[in-house]
C-alpha cells in the first residue's frame, strides 16, 4: 500500500517576515551550541581563582556584616529578611524584657556554682536564684512571642509570614540587646505599630 502525502504542496515561509511567537533568529547546530557550553571543570590558574573566590566571599561577608550593623535588607542572611522579620525585629527590640538578663544572671550562678564546695550556702542560693529567674525569663518570652505573632498575623496575610517567625521572635527576646543581630534599628519604648 502507499501512503498518501497531502496534496497541498508544503509552501516555505519567506525568510524576511517574522512569524508570531518566533524566536526571530535559526536554531545553532548542535555542534556549535555545544561548542559555546564549554568551559574548563578546572580552571588553567588554580591559585588565582583561588584567591579570587576567597576575595569574593569576603566581600559578601564584609557586606552581610555591614547590613547586620546598618539593618540594610539587601545584603542580610535569609533568616533575617522581609517585611514580617524586621517587624519582629521591631516589635521586639522596642519592649523592655527581663527575658534578656537571663544569660548574664545565668553566667553569674556558674560562677557561684563553682565555689559550691567551699560556700554551698552560697551556691544554693545562686542554684534557686537561676531557676527562678529562668522561668520568670521563660514566661516572659514566651507572652512576648504570643502578642508578636497575634500582631504579626492581624498586619501581614498569612503567604508572607515565613515559617518559624515565632521561634525568631522567641530567641531574640532571650538575647541581650547588645549581642542581637542584626543590631536593634529602634529604641526602646519606641512605637512599631
Not at 497541498?8 to 561548542?35: F, H, I, L, V
Not at 551556691?123 to 504570643?146: C, D, E, P
Request: glycine share 4%; net charge positive; charged share 30%.
Amino acid at each position: 500500500m502507499e501512503r498518501r502525502k497531502n496534496d497541498a504542496p508544503a509552501t516555505p515561509e519567506p525568510e524576511g517576515e517574522s512569524r508570531p511567537g518566533a524566536k526571530g533568529r535559526p536554531t545553532p547546530k548542535r555542534r556549535e551550541a555545544q561548542a559555546q557550553n564549554k568551559r574548563p571543570l578546572v580552571a588553567s590558574d588554580r591559585k588565582a581563582a583561588r584567591r579570587a573566590d576567597r576575595e569574593r566571599r569576603n566581600e559578601l561577608y564584609a557586606r552581610q556584616q555591614q547590613a547586620m550593623a546598618t539593618g540594610d535588607e539587601r545584603y542580610l542572611p535569609q533568616r533575617d529578611k522581609g517585611p514580617v522579620r524586621r517587624w519582629v525585629r521591631n516589635y521586639i527590640d522596642s519592649r523592655r524584657s527581663p527575658s534578656e538578663f537571663f544569660l548574664p544572671m545565668a553566667m553569674v550562678a556558674i560562677v557561684l556554682l563553682l565555689f559550691a564546695s567551699q560556700l554551698p550556702e552560697v551556691a544554693v542560693v545562686g542554684l534557686v536564684v537561676m531557676y527562678a529567674g529562668f522561668f520568670i525569663a521563660l514566661a516572659f518570652a514566651i507572652g512576648y512571642t504570643v502578642a508578636a505573632m497575634r500582631k504579626v498575623k492581624r498586619r501581614f496575610d498569612e503567604d508572607q509570614i515565613p515559617r518559624f517567625t515565632a521561634m525568631y521572635a522567641f530567641t531574640r527576646v532571650f538575647q541581650p540587646r547588645f549581642l542581637r543581630a542584626p543590631k536593634p534599628q529602634v529604641k526602646r519604648g519606641e512605637s512599631v505599630e
